[in-house]
């Protein structure tokens, strides 16, 4: 099993990519920092004309727009996968049961499993932190100490990453007056040609149109909508769908009063640590942005390599494989610090339907009658073997968001302050 960190580090960089279209389209990465804090540099964009000025005067200094530099605290994401004696005794996924492989022949595959399921977790991370900027203009991050406060969303240290400037509040948002599939054909149009025009007289020319599914049917499924692309010696678009590796459909391109867009439909979701499935892009959006409009910075990781005292790697992801002894394990860790930015804070303009909430279908829930929840005792949870038993058990009494990242004991504090809670609140 390889344990060199930086061996780990170029064995990821090698791996199949991960889709991330937000990400690599907008927001791709730029310097790795060598440092607690990232330097990003970011500017306010402007429409000023040169002035002329009298021969002899050599020039006229103009003032510059809203430049600014700002170092800033690189998040720490740091998931991790234990491997068990007791992962090591079962078949691998797809293995033959006749196969006869030994725990030492598993363990390689099984670090390279965890290695790479770490590290799309860590890039669904800055895909989603990528979607909060374009929608809010700024990133919440919630850093939390367990298993049990992460799974309950409580006792969390909240940082956020602030685009704009309070004051002033979030300029980049489009209010539209109602829903698109409510909208006629020219009233679809004409939204889009606002849309435009914000960005053009702020210098801004965007080339993208992304938009939720819905977003995307109610456009596509408009006759009346799609005939302004049929219409003899009026070039608006060319409407030719195809499905792109980025994991993002293609629509083709529309014509805005001469701003052409790429149209793209973006639908990808994620399992949140409550266990919930939710959309990147709240349903009902849709936002005008451009290639490379910002840039992710990564701030350094440092721990301590034993005998070797501490050590720094300025990486997008860092790989770590830890012997424990003391638990009868090997300890998968990956670690990121990523800081992903606009590079100007008036460069997108993202639109979002009246009444549509940011929660998607499939964390809504509805009330329902309560049923009678029948609890073990603690004994009865130390009693449980494995983290599948565990985790079964929390999810029958309404405990989602445990993983089998954490170790055994974990879980099993977990459940067990959950239930305390319930049965304090006399549910």
Not at 57 to 77: H, N, S, W
Not at 155 to 171: C, H, L, R, S
């Amino acid at each position: 099993m390889v344990r060199e960190t930086t061996t780990l580090i170029e064995s990821v960089k090698k791996m199949y990519p991960v889709l991330m279209f937000l990400k690599n389209r907008y927001f791709p990465d730029g310097r790795c920092f060598y440092s607690e804090k990232a330097l990003v540099e970011m500017k306010k964009g402007g429409q000023k004309i040169a002035p002329f000025v009298i021969p002899v005067v050599g020039g006229i200094a103009m003032e510059k727009e809203g430049y600014r530099t700002e170092y800033l605290d690189g998040p720490f994401i740091a998931p991790r996968m234990p491997i068990t004696a007791d992962d090591l005794e079962k078949k691998a996924f797809g293995e033959s049961p006749e196969s006869g492989r030994s725990p030492e022949e598993r363990e390689d595959e099984l670090e390279a499993e965890n290695i790479d399921e770490l590290r799309k977790s860590i890039y669904r991370r800055h895909e989603k932190m990528c979607a909060e900027i374009i929608t809010t203009g700024k990133v919440l991050m919630k850093h939390y100490a367990s298993a049990d406060d992460a799974a309950k969303d409580k006792d969390a240290v909240e940082k956020y990453f602030q685009f704009y400037n309070t004051e002033e509040g979030f300029k980049n948002q489009y209010k539209l007056t109602k829903k698109i599939a409510d909208m006629t054909a020219n009233e679809k149009m004409l939204e889009l040609y606002k849309m435009a025009n914000v960005l053009i007289d702020r210098g801004i020319h965007a080339t993208d149109l992304v938009m939720t599914s819905d977003v995307s049917m109610a456009l596509m499924s408009d006759e009346k909508f799609l005939d302004f692309f049929n219409k003899a010696r009026v070039e608006t678009g060319i409407i030719d769908q195809k499905m792109l590796p980025d994991g993002v459909a293609c629509n083709g391109t529309i014509n805005i009063n001469g701003l052409v867009l790429t149209m793209f439909t973006y639908a990808e979701k994620y399992v949140d640590l409550d266990g919930k499935e939710k959309t990147l892009l709240p349903a009902g959006t849709l936002a005008m942005l451009t290639p490379g409009m910002g840039a992710t910075a990564y701030a350094q990781v440092t721990f301590v390599k034993k005998g070797d005292g501490f050590k720094s790697y300025a990486e997008p992801i860092v790989i770590r494989v830890l012997d424990d002894e003391n638990n009868n394990m090997v300890d998968v860790q990956a670690f990121s610090r990523p800081i992903p930015y606009p590079k100007d804070w008036d460069g997108w303009l993202v639109a979002q339907e009246p009444g549509v909430s940011s929660v998607s279908d499939s964390d809504t829930t509805t009330t329902e009658e309560k049923q009678t929840v029948s609890y073990k005792t603690t004994e009865e949870i130390n009693a449980m073997t494995t983290k599948a038993s565990v985790i079964e058990y929390a999810e029958s009494i309404g405990l989602t968001g445990l993983s089998d990242s954490s170790k055994l004991d974990e879980l099993k504090t977990a459940v067990i302050n959950y239930q305390e809670e319930k049965q304090a609140a006399g549910e």
